[in-house]
C-alpha cells in the first residue's frame, strides 16, 4: 500500500513538472513572437522619424534600418496602408 502511494506520488510530481515546462515553453515562444513584432514596429517608427514615411515593405527596413527576423521561426504578415499611416503589422509562429 505504501508502496503504491510512493510510486503514484511520483507519478504525479513527473506530471506536474512535465505541465511545467512545457507552459515556460509556451510562455518563451509567445514571449520571443512579442518581441520580433516590438522591433518591426520600431524599426518603422525610426523610418518615420527620420524620413516622414513608413516603409513600404520589410525589406526596406532590412535594407535601411538593419531589421534582423529569423524568418525559420515566424511569419510577418506586413501590410503598408498608406506612407503616412503605421503598417499592419502581424507575427505568427511558423509551425
Do not use: W
Amino acid at each position: 500500500m505504501k508502496g503504491a502511494a510512493l510510486l503514484l506520488a511520483a507519478v504525479v510530481a513527473v506530471t506536474c513538472f512535465s505541465a511545467a515546462v512545457d507552459q515556460l515553453n509556451q510562455d518563451q515562444g509567445v514571449e520571443q513572437l512579442r518581441q520580433v513584432e516590438d522591433a518591426v514596429r520600431r524599426s518603422c517608427a525610426t523610418c518615420y522619424a527620420s524620413e516622414g514615411i513608413y516603409p513600404p515593405d520589410l525589406d526596406y527596413l532590412r535594407e535601411h534600418y538593419g531589421l534582423q527576423v529569423d524568418e525559420s521561426r515566424c511569419i510577418i504578415h506586413y501590410v503598408a496602408i498608406a506612407q503616412n499611416l503605421m503598417p499592419d503589422i502581424t507575427v505568427l509562429p511558423l509551425s
